[in-house]
């Protein structure tokens, strides 16, 4: 199984971002330098919605201005799940166009103990990665 490493602080961040905006998805972005996801940048849901996310362009296009001029990488995406599984939907798969990112999915199924998975979806294959904090 593929490895995506990503530093406790910014899953704590992540779960923390779902909490908040719960019972609508919350989505973000993740950075890092080399293959080590070390940052979050937390955007807006405009859908407004508890079953899809979506980011603002401009959001993103910032996103990328940003992490060019830090020397940094786009290594990931999450979003949360408030009433389902930590496991991409089919609106998640078609709507997947990063192949290089990992696809995080933070599930509130059970809100005491959130479930954190990670994917990467390539032309609509998903497969699953094993999370190493750090």
């Given at each position: 199984m593929?490895?995506?490493?990503?530093?406790?602080?910014?899953?704590?961040?992540?779960?923390?971002?779902?909490?908040?905006?719960?019972?609508l998805e919350c989505c973000g972005l993740l950075m890092g330098d080399s293959q080590k996801i070390t940052q979050l940048w937390k955007t807006e849901n405009v859908a407004k919605s508890p079953i899809?996310?979506?980011?603002?362009?401009?959001?993103?296009?910032?996103f990328?201005?940003?992490?060019?001029?830090c020397k940094l990488k786009h290594l990931g995406i999450y979003h949360s799940h408030p009433s389902s599984e930590a496991y991409p939907s089919q609106t998640d798969i078609a709507q997947a166009h990063y192949?290089?990112?990992a696809y995080f999915i933070i599930s509130l199924l059970g809100p005491t103990e959130p479930n954190i998975r990670a994917f990467t979806i390539i032309q609509q294959i998903v497969q699953e990665k094993l999370i190493q904090r750090f």
């Open positions: 593929p490895v995506v490493k990503i530093s406790v602080n910014v899953v704590n961040q992540m779960i923390e971002h779902s909490l908040i905006e719960s019972p899809r996310f979506e980011i603002e362009p401009k959001e993103l296009l910032t990328s201005r940003y992490i060019e001029k192949p290089e990112c």
